[in-house]
Structures are given as structure tokens and as C-alpha cells.
């Protein structure tokens, strides 16, 4: 029960972290207008980017360590074209630079992605050691081939099973019944 409480309270800083950030980012953005143009998009972006580091984190909440890894899949299909369409969206002489200047809310989609994408191709969330540990524990299977193997290990076990599957009598009997079927 205490974890699932920990779990929702994280659950409401999260939310409560992501809509204190679109609040602030609103009233950024309406200071910005009175700079360049060319300032106001690099804050854009820088702004933007942040916002979707802090929905990474916000959405990976757990306890336990960061899993490290890193996805070329994600760099390829997220991070690249989110980096592309930012950089055509303020470069004039980039390819596209016409179709995505004149949607605002691409740069910002391309912005948000590639702030999340970062964080996600190098890091995939939380793993708990005690959760795997657990897991692997309720997957032994107990009896059976596991236990015979595990017996196969000492040398007085390995006599124990040999006693169990034949005995002489039993050898005596197999050898009478191949001699009767023989005839």
C-alpha cells in the first residue's frame, strides 16, 4: 500500500510540474515578442526542448535506477527529423523551409519531440532490483526436472536417482521379457 500511495504522489507532482510549466511557458512567450525575431525562435526552441525534457521525466517517474541504453530506432525515427524540422523550420535556405515556416506549431511539435527524444534514446525509465529478483524467484518451479538436475550435482545424489530408476530385480525382469519376446 505504501507504494501505491509514493506512486500517486508522484503521479500529482508530475502533473502538476507539467501544467506549472505550460502556465510559465505562456507568459515567457508573451515576454519574448519584444525581442527579434530571431532571438524569440532560438528561446522558442530552447523552451520548447525543456518542456519535453520535463515531460520525459515526468512520465518516467519510478524508483529504482535509470535504465541505460541507447536506441538508434529513436535517433533515426524521433530525434533526427524533430532536429531536421527545426532547423528547416528557422533556416531559410533548408529544404522545406517554405511548407514548415508557415506552421508555427510545427517547430513547437518538432521541438517538444526532440526534447523527449534525447533523454529517451540514451535512458527508457526505472527498473527495480527487487521486482527481477522476485520475478525469478517465483519462476523456479519446484519438483521435477529442476530438482533432478539439481541432485545431479553431488555424486551421492547421482547413486540415489540410479537406485530409484532400476533396481537389479527390475534389470532381471527387462532381461526375461526381451529373452521371451526373442523366441
Known amino acids: 500500500m505504501k507504494k501505491e500511495s ?10 502538476f510540474l507539467v501544467i506549472g510549466y505550460i502556465v510559465c511557458t505562456y507568459f515567457f512567450m508573451s515576454l519574448t515578442s519584444r525581442v527579434s525575431s530571431a532571438m524569440a525562435n532560438l528561446i522558442q526552441v530552447f523552451v520548447f526542448t ?3 525534457l520535463i515531460i520525459f521525466y515526468a512520465t518516467r517517474v519510478g524508483e529504482g535506477v535509470p ?12 530525434d533526427i527529423p524533430a ?3 527545426i532547423i528547416a523550420t528557422l533556416a531559410p535556405a533548408f529544404p522545406l523551409h517554405d511548407a514548415l515556416a508557415s506552421q508555427p506549431i510545427v517547430m513547437t511539435f518538432a521541438c517538444v519531440a526532440l526534447g523527449y ?7 527508457s525509465g526505472f527498473e527495480v532490483q527487487e521486482e527481477i529478483e ?9 519438483g ?3 530438482e533432478e538436475l539439481a541432485a545431479l550435482e553431488t555424486e551421492e545424489s547421482v547413486e540415489e536417482i540410479a537406485d ?9 525382469e527387462l532381461e526375461a521379457i526381451d529373452g521371451a519376446d526373442a523366441e
Open 50 to 52: 525543456l518542456f519535453g
Open 134 to 142: 522476485d520475478a525469478a524467484e517465483t519462476a523456479m518451479v519446484e
Open 6 to 15: 509514493r506512486e500517486k504522489l508522484n503521479l500529482f507532482f508530475s502533473s
Open 164 to 172: 530409484e530408476v532400476a533396481s537389479d530385480e527390475d534389470v532381471a
Open 117 to 123: 527524444g534525447i533523454p529517451y534514446t540514451f535512458l
Open 83 to 85: 532536429l531536421f524540422a
Open 144 to 146: 521435477g526436472l529442476a
Open 67 to 78: 535504465v541505460k541504453r541507447f536506441s538508434a530506432i529513436v535517433l533515426c525515427v524521433l
